[in-house]
């Protein structure tokens, strides 16, 4: 007998899902590809962030910020249930800016943001004076920063060691290192068959699949359109504290080391490390804190974000298959609360169900 539920994607997006279904009493069964997959799980940069979504649709900054909202007591309650110290740091992030007219234009950005949001758009333009008495190690040699109050970041590895943990003690099934190659419907729901030729059964299916989707989503009647994009990051030795809140694109980890990242480049499905792009982030980094021209960096790594085409998430349930849902989008880590919180509702067709059409395959003219 089939669960409820067919997760096919175990990377943080499934697992957050996963975890809220069991919290609303489903049975659910996962399907994970392993470690030969292009994870975005294991190669993210751990920001819980809020500024820069939603610049060319307003919704999705109230979806990135209801998520945030959730944060604190999602990973209370995931530490307590686990025991995995999230080391979640939640008092704000900045966006650096190295020139005056990237950062006027930003001003520019969030103000007509803060105006569509009916003033409820917390920023604050910190000029290097102001942003000296916050972050006393930064340099002089860049324009300034945008802060906001709803930002942080968490350990992302740590995160996805306690949903796992804790989806198989409520009761979900991993089945792991498996590659399903087919989906299709069948009288019970839907019907999955992996790379050996094995077939499971489940009520509703739900495809997080990342990149993985490109190739699924059509079976379900799904337009997927999604794409890869890589980030190349750097971490650096364990050093004294540096930095007290992180950016965009440096924070300062739990452990010590500052991660610098991250590029954003269009490469097909190319996650190697570049020499160029990495010397390019550590030249910028050292403009912003130029400590960070003595220190060693100790390792350094490349990952594939799930993008589409407006960069928002996408949330479809089929028209040609009911039950099946598509959840994809490259903030895994910033909305996982929200996918474990609210996205469940919307799979159950709650009354309480958050509004999501503005996130629709339909406004992709593919």
Same mark, same amino acid.
């Given at each position: 007998?089939?669960s409820?539920?067919?997760?096919? @994607?175990?990377?943080?997006? *499934?697992?957050?899902v996963?975890y809220g279904?069991?919290?609303l ?8 590809e392993?470690?030969?997959a292009?994870? /975005?799980?294991?190669? +993210? ?5 809020v500024q820069g979504k @939603?610049?060319k649709?307003?919704?999705y900054?109230?979806w990135s910020?209801? &998520?945030?909202?959730l944060?604190?007591?999602?990973a209370?309650?995931?530490?307590e249930?686990t ?6 740091q ?7 800016h190295l020139?005056?007219? #990237? ?10 943001l803060?105006?569509?949001?009916g003033?409820?758009? =917390?920023?604050?333009?910190l ?12 340099g002089? +040699? !860049?324009?300034?920063a945008?802060?906001?109050p709803?930002d942080?970041h968490?350990?992302s590895l740590?995160?996805?060691?306690a949903l ?8 979900a099934?991993?089945?792991t290192s498996?590659?399903i ?7 019970s729901?839907?019907?999955?068959t992996?790379?050996?030729?094995k ?12 990149? @993985?989707?490109m190739?699924? *989503? ?7 359109p ?8 750097m971490?650096?030795?364990k050093? =004294?504290?540096?930095?007290?809140r ?7 980890? +739990?452990?010590g080391?500052?991660q610098?990242?991250? &590029?954003?480049?269009e ?8 020499? /160029?792009?990495?010397?390019k982030?550590a030249?910028e980094?050292?403009?912003?804190? =130029? ?12 990952a594939?974000?799930?993008? #589409?085409?407006? *960069?928002?998430?996408i949330y479809?349930? #089929?028209l040609?298959?009911?039950?099946a !849902?598509?959840?994809t989008c ?5 909305? #996982? /609360? ?10 159950e067709?709650?009354h309480?169900?958050?509004e999501?059409? =503005?996130?629709g395959e339909?406004?992709f003219?593919v």
């Open positions: 007998m089939g409820d539920y067919a997760i096919v @994607g175990g990377g943080i997006v *499934g697992l957050s996963a279904l069991l919290n009493g489903e049975t659910v069964t996962i399907f994970d392993g470690d030969l292009f994870r /975005a799980s294991r190669g +993210n940069f751990g920001l819980v962030w @939603g610049m649709q307003p919704a900054a109230k910020r209801n &998520s945030a909202a944060w604190k007591g999602y209370q309650e995931l530490e249930a025991g995995q110290t999230l080391s979640l939640q008092d704000g992030g900045y966006g650096y020139t005056e007219e #990237s950062l006027e234009q930003e001003i520019k950005d969030y103000t007509w803060k105006e569509q949001l003033g409820d758009y =917390p920023f604050e333009v000029r290097l004076n102001e942003l000296k008495k916050e972050e006393p190690n930064v002089t +040699n !860049f324009a300034g945008v802060y906001h709803e942080g968490v350990n740590q995160l996805f060691r796992a943990k804790e989806v198989r003690r409520k009761g099934k991993l089945v498996v590659t190659q087919k989906v299709e419907t069948a009288a729901g839907f019907r999955l992996d790379d050996s030729g077939v499971y059964e489940s009520e509703k299916l739900v495809l997080s699949a990342g990149l @993985g989707s190739k699924l *989503g059509p079976l379900l009647g799904f337009k997927a999604i794409r890869p994009q890589r980030g190349q990051v971490i650096t030795e050093i =004294p504290k540096l930095m007290n992180p950016s965009d694109t440096l924070r300062q980890v +739990n452990e080391g500052v610098i990242g991250a &590029s954003a480049e490469v097909d499905l190319d996650d190697r490390e570049t020499p /160029a792009t990495l010397a982030l030249r980094a050292i403009q912003i804190f =130029p400590d960070l021209a003595h220190v060693k960096t100790v390792r350094s790594w490349s594939l974000r799930i993008m #589409s085409p407006d *960069g928002l998430p479809q349930e #089929s040609t298959c009911p039950g !849902f598509l959840v490259h903030s895994g880590i910033t909305l #996982s /609360a929200a996918h474990a919180r609210l996205l469940p509702l919307w799979m067709g709650s309480t169900a958050p999501l059409d =503005p996130f339909d406004r003219n």
